[in-house]
Nanobody, 126 residues
């Protein structure tokens, strides 16, 4: 059974850091690009980052470039999102998802991804 489980969310002050993780089971993650998305209350889900199957190529939304880093460990079937210099506007539920191809497109868009996790809440507040 295909399953993606996110963890590592929490509450942090502005300027702080968090690392969220996504463990995949039920399929071989190493063949697929993986992505992170987020959804704030009352807003549409937006793409945050994507990493190719090998990890050699990454894409980021402009709003997180230079602050967030996506990585993956195919041996552990896990994808990570390291979030530094967090801002209140980063507050959202963060989701991981698998893309149907092994590469990332120029923009991280929801329609290119399937097999979503249940999400993990990240709250940035003083």
């Amino acid at each position: 059974q295909l399953q993606l489980v996110e963890s590592g969310g929490g509450s942090v002050q502005p300027g702080g850091s968090l690392r969220v993780s996504c463990v995949v089971s039920g399929f071989t993650m190493e063949y697929y690009a993986m992505g992170w998305f987020r959804q704030a209350p009352g807003k549409e889900r937006e793409g945050v980052s994507c990493i190719s199957s090998s990890g050699g190529s990454t894409k980021y939304a402009d709003s997180v470039k230079g602050r967030f880093t996506i990585s993956r460990d195919n041996a552990k079937n896990t994808v990570y999102l390291q979030m530094n210099s967090l801002k209140p506007e980063d507050t959202a539920v963060y989701y991981c998802a698998a893309r149907g191809w092994d590469y990332c497109s120029e923009y991280v868009v929801t329609k290119d991804f399937g097999s979503w996790g249940q999400g993990t809440q990240v709250t940035v507040s003083s």
